[in-house]
């Protein structure tokens, strides 16, 4: 059974700084795209920022505007996510995805249980 376990969300004041880390684990044969996405109360799930398997293509939200850096670690099956200049309207539930290859066949589309990210002062 594969698994998404993040971690790293907390409260903090506005300007503040977290880091948040996402670990796969299950039986799978590859990792491809990782990403993190965010939703606030009343609002739809937004990406805030992916990065393919060698990490050649990341995206960020617009609202990001170089305040996050997300990263991998492939040989820790683990994704990252460094949030620094946080403001008030960056509070939300922040989840990980995960496009696994759980075959040479087959992909699959996973999400973790998310983790909260509150700001303020």
């Known amino acids: 059974q594969v698994q998404l376990v993040e971690s790293g969300g907390g409260l903090v004041q506005p300007g503040g700084s977290l880091r948040l880390s996402c670990a796969a684990s299950?039986?799978?044969?590859?990792?491809?795209?990782m990403g993190w996405y965010r939703q606030a109360p009343g609002k739809e799930r937004e990406l805030v920022a992916f990065v393919t398997s060698d990490g050649g293509i990341i995206k960020y939200g617009d609202f990001v505007k170089g305040r996050f850096t997300i990263s991998r670690d492939n040989a820790k099956n683990t994704l990252y996510l460094q949030m620094n200049s946080l403001k008030l309207e960056d509070t939300a539930i922040y989840y990980c995805?995960?496009?696994?290859?759980?075959?040479?066949?087959?992909?699959?589309?996973?999400w973790g249980q998310g983790t909260q990210v509150a700001v303020s002062s």
């Open positions: 299950g039986s799978f044969v590859r990792i491809n795209t």
């Open positions: 995805n995960a496009v696994l290859s759980i075959s040479y066949y087959s992909t699959q589309n996973y």
